[in-house]
């Protein structure tokens, strides 16, 4: 019986991530997240990453105060740092990560250049995936 190979980040990420400048209305940034119906977006100015704007940081950052309807940008309330991950780190450094920095959402580099996103759900789903492989053979 041979063991499965480990997954890596590279394995289970999403690879054609979206983005939005970092001067687009918040507005605007809903809308590519609900069209495409994905829970964050990648923020850049000039086309180089600053940070990632999240479901999460819209609800506790800008609906309490109401600022939607404001013109308030993402990059106002985006997340930053970005926190990223190498492509062939296992699925297990990859939760440790989020974990260590209380993030549900990593960006993925290969060679110095983002390769696409890794989620919470990505890790379990990779993770299960190699438990059910170990637990039919």
Do not use: W, Y
């Not at 699925?91 to 993925?108: D, E, H, I, P, Y």
Request: charged share 25%; hydrophobic share 45%; net charge neutral.
């Amino acid at each position: 019986m041979a063991i499965p190979p480990t997954l890596t980040v590279e394995d289970v990420m999403t690879k054609d991530f979206i983005s939005v400048d970092s001067t687009d209305k918040v507005l605007a940034a809903i809308k590519v997240m609900t069209d495409n119906d994905i829970g964050s977006v990648l923020v850049t100015k000039d086309e180089k990453p600053l940070g990632i704007l999240t479901e999460r940081d819209i609800l506790k950052k800008v609906c309490p105060q109401q600022l939607c309807t404001r013109g308030i940008t993402a990059g106002k309330v985006m997340s930053k740092p970005l926190i990223h991950i190498n492509a062939d780190a296992g699925l297990g450094q990859a939760s440790s990560l989020m974990s260590l920095k209380n993030v549900r959402r990593l960006l993925v580099m290969d060679k110095g250049e983002i390769v696409g996103i890794v989620t919470q759900k990505d890790v379990i789903k990779g993770t299960l995936e190699t438990f059910m492989s170990l637990a039919s053979m």
